[in-house]
């Protein structure tokens, strides 16, 4: 299993208290580098993905560890809404993942108080010759910011990770008012 995002390591305590509030969901989970890491520090995780192989080894992973992590199926470019209560969240994690039409979507995910943890790849990525291409995959320069205008900024970093296998992100961590 690959690392959690630095992202996720560093908030591990802004989760814990956001788990107060709702459930701590991941959407676009993978495998669950990031859902494992929430989980094997005590917040119960939901991890939301298309692939149902992916899925089953999250799922795998957290029985072998006894952590609290429930898998769901669904793909988030095909439905109308995450399925996922409205206005529950605690904290609504995406990594390494856009679907810009999906943006509004978070948002109303979260509870009041809520707290949005995102990260994903800038426009920077192609020129460290791996990971997406397509523009609609890559985030433009402050793009990221823009996309969430009714949560309130608490973090917002750009440029390349200091990681194994460095890469060009964005990364977001925004609060729901309330």
């Known amino acids: ?33 990031n859902a494992l890491a929430i989980a094997a520090a005590g917040v119960p995780v939901v991890g939301v993905d298309r692939n149902a192989e992916h899925l089953e080894e999250l799922r795998a992973s957290a029985c072998a ?17 995450p399925p996922i209560a409205s206005g529950r969240c605690g904290a609504v994690v995406v990594c390494r993942y856009l679907h ?9 995910l979260l509870a009041p108080g809520g707290r949005l943890l995102y990260e994903t790849f800038t426009i920077h990525q192609r020129d460290l010759g ?10 433009e320069p402050g793009e990221l910011a823009t996309l969430f205008p009714g949560l309130e900024i608490e973090e917002h970093w750009e440029g390349v990770s200091d990681e194994a296998r460095p890469a ?10 309330g």
């Open 1 to 33: 299993m690959s690392e959690p995002s630095p992202l996720i390591r560093a908030h591990l305590d802004t989760l814990r208290d956001a788990a107060r509030i709702g459930p701590v969901v991941d959407l676009a989970c993978g495998r669950g580098r």
């Open 65 to 81: 560890q006894d952590l609290p992590v429930r898998g769901v199926r669904a793909d988030l470019e095909a439905a109308a809404h």
């Open 100 to 108: 810009r039409p999906l943006a509004p979507e978070l948002e109303i």
């Open 130 to 139: 791996y990971g997406p291409r397509n523009e609609a995959f890559l985030l």
């Open 168 to 177: 060009a992100v964005a990364r977001l961590v925004a609060r729901k008012p």
